[in-house]
T-cell receptor, first 109, second 116 residues
Framework: GNSVTQMEGPVTLSEEAFLTINCTYT??????LFWYVQYPGEGLQLLLK?????DKGSNKGFEATYRKETTSFHLEKGSVQVSDSAVYFC????????FGAGTRLTVKP | EAGVVQSPRYKIIEKKQPVAFWCNPI?????LYWYLQNLGQGPELLIR????????DSQLPKDRFSAERLKGVDSTLKIQPAELGDSAVYLC??????????????FGPGTRLTVL
C-alpha cells in the first residue's frame, strides 16, 4: 500500500541554520508528492508539491526534489527564520492521500 | 475569500455522549473531506464527498460515526456514542472536483475533541 515515512522530531534550530527534513515514500506507480505546513492554531497549508520524478517544488525559500530512485522528497531550506516554526507534513497522492506523522520545527532567535 | 470553516474549535464531552462537528467548505469546492488526526500523527481520511455523494467512506467506523452533506455544501460529522479513544483533532478539507488527478486540498483549523 501507499505510505509516507518522515523524520521524527522535534527539530530545534537556531535562526539562519540549514534545514533538512527527510521524507521517504512507498507507493505503486507514480504518486504526486507534497509538503504541508501547520502553523500553531491554524489548518494545514500546502507548502510545495512535485508531480513527477526529478521535479523540484519550491516556495518561501523551501525546496524539495522528487527522487524516484531513492523514493524520497526531502524538504530543505538554506536559512530558517523564527517564523518557520511549525509542524511539517510530507504527503503523497496515489488514488488516495497519505500523510506522514509530521515533524515539529522550532527555530530559536 | 473565506477559507474552510469548522465549528466548534474545541469540544469536551464525557464518554457515551454524542457529539457533532460542522464544516463549511470553500465556495465552489465540490469535494469535501473529513480527516482524523491523532496526537503526533498525520491526518487520516475518514470520508470523502463528491457533491452530496460519499465516494470513499471505507475508513469511517460506521458503528458510531456518521456523516452527511445535504445539498452538497456544508457537512456534519457525528459520533454517537463517543469513546475515550475518539479524542483527537477532526479536520475538514475541500477541493475542486477531483475528476482527474489531484486538486489542492484546503484545510480548516480543525475541531479538537476531548472525551473524558
Amino acid at each position: 500500500g501507499n505510505s509516507v515515512t518522515q523524520m521524527e522530531g522535534p527539530v530545534t534550530l537556531s535562526e539562519e541554520a540549514f534545514l533538512t527534513i527527510n521524507c521517504t515514500y512507498t507507493a505503486t506507480g507514480y504518486p504526486s508528492l507534497f509538503w504541508y505546513v501547520q502553523y500553531p492554531g491554524e489548518g494545514l497549508q500546502l507548502l510545495l508539491k512535485a508531480t513527477k520524478a526529478d521535479d523540484k517544488g519550491s516556495n518561501k525559500g523551501f525546496e524539495a526534489t522528487y527522487r524516484k530512485e531513492t523514493t524520497s522528497f526531502h524538504l530543505e531550506k538554506g536559512s530558517v527564520q523564527v517564523s518557520d516554526s511549525a509542524v511539517y507534513f510530507c504527503a503523497l497522492v496515489n488514488n488516495d492521500m497519505r500523510f506522514g506523522a509530521g515533524t515539529r520545527l522550532t527555530v530559536k532567535p | 475569500e473565506a477559507g474552510v470553516v469548522q465549528s466548534p474549535r474545541y469540544k469536551i464531552i464525557e464518554k457515551k455522549q454524542p457529539v457533532a462537528f460542522w464544516c463549511n467548505p470553500i465556495s465552489g469546492h465540490n469535494t469535501l473531506y473529513w480527516y482524523l488526526q491523532n496526537l503526533g500523527q498525520g491526518p487520516e481520511l475518514l470520508i470523502r464527498y463528491e457533491n452530496e455523494e460519499a465516494v470513499d467512506d471505507s475508513q469511517l467506523p460506521k458503528d458510531r460515526f456518521s456523516a452527511e452533506r445535504l445539498k452538497g455544501v456544508d457537512s456534519t460529522l457525528k459520533i454517537q456514542p463517543a469513546e475515550l479513544g475518539d479524542s483527537a483533532v477532526y479536520l475538514c478539507a475541500s477541493s475542486l472536483e477531483a475528476t482527474s488527478g489531484y486538486n489542492e486540498q484546503f484545510f480548516g483549523p480543525g475541531t479538537r475533541l476531548t472525551v473524558l
